[in-house]
């Protein structure tokens, strides 16, 4: 499968509590592999969702909002939830602090793509 032109069913989970300061960026750097990037406001003090909505523009991004913090595995599994849901295929998590490079993306789902793989996971070192 090309990952640049066809449609793959990635998505991008980013768990959001207390990082107003860097989600944009993070959004912002999501590569275009990616049809879906669901931003789960988990009950956060901040209100990154909101602020999330009123600064995003891109169209692929959707927030999600917890009622009560359940943590970065809650609000991970908010986003997979919502995966499923829309039939998607490959989640990826993705922190909010910027701390990771979406960038590489690629590289993590190429092996899901072609089959070598059922899972990758990769650390931020």
């Known amino acids: 499968m090309n ?17 107003t ?7 912002d750097s999501v590569p275009e592999i990616v049809e879906r990037i669901y931003a789960v406001d988990d009950c956060c ?10 600064h995003n523009k891109d169209p692929r991004v959707k927030v999600l909002f917890n009622d009560k913090n359940k943590g970065v595995g809650g609000a ?6 919502a995966a499923i849901e829309e039939n998607m295929h490959i989640a990826v998590k993705v922190d909010g602090d910027g701390q990771m490079d979406p960038a590489l993306i690629p ?6 793509l072609s089959g070598e793989a059922d899972y990758t996971k990769g650390i931020r070192f």
């Open 3 to 19: 990952i640049n032109n066809d449609k793959t069913g990635v998505v991008v989970v980013i768990p959001c509590y207390k990082v």
């Open 21 to 27: 300061r860097h989600i944009m960026a993070v959004i």
């Open 76 to 81: 991970v599994m908010t986003g997979y939830r």
């Open 107 to 112: 590289e993590f789902i190429e092996p899901i």
């Open 45 to 54: 003090p901040d209100k990154s969702g909101e602020f999330i909505l009123a």
